[in-house]
């Protein structure tokens, strides 16, 4: 292995211990009679805060793989908006999205033939490797404050440690 595969391995292990791993425990077995409830003092409900995790998912990798993509407005566009709520129905197609979405940026960073520190030809100075790192981040961040959630409304299931 060179020193890029062993780069791209590393990059794919912290990528999917973030997303994937964290995401699927953060999202296992809840309750959905409890999607659209705001704990105490929070803004959001799971749901909300589900939403905002795949909408930022999704436009970090439509801005990596489509270089007329738009971004939606700061910071709303990045939320459903406010008092929206969910069906299980809907619940389940936002974790459906998620998971397809962190495949399909995965796959791209797993990629040989992209370059993880070439510069996109449609954003100078930003990199896949940047990208990648920024999702990553910020769903780590949020997929711990689902955990915190969890454990303030009570939702996890018993014997969860």
Not at 118 to 142: I, K, N, Q, Y
Request: charged share 20%; net charge negative.
């Amino acid at each position: 292995m060179n020193t890029s595969d062993d780069l791209r391995e590393q990059i794919l292990n912290s990528f999917q211990g973030a997303t994937e791993r964290n995401f699927e425990e953060a999202v296992k077995d809840f309750p959905a009679q409890s999607i659209n409830v705001k704990p105490p003092n929070v803004d959001y409900t799971p749901w909300e805060l589900l939403e905002h995790l795949r909408i930022s998912q999704f436009d970090i990798l439509e801005y990596v793989r489509n270089p007329k993509y738009q971004s939606p407005p700061w910071p709303d566009g990045y939320w459903p908006g406010k008092g929206a709520t969910a069906t299980p129905a809907q619940w389940a197609a936002s974790i459906a999205a998620f998971r397809s979405d962190s495949k399909a940026l995965a796959a791209l960073a797993a990629d040989a033939n992209n370059d993880l520190l070439a510069p996109m030809p449609h954003t100078p100075g930003h990199t896949l490797l940047r990208e990648v790192l920024l999702d990553a981040g910020h769903s780590r961040f949020h997929l711990g404050e689902f955990a915190i959630l969890r454990q303030v409304m009570q939702t996890w299931p018993p014997g969860h440690e």
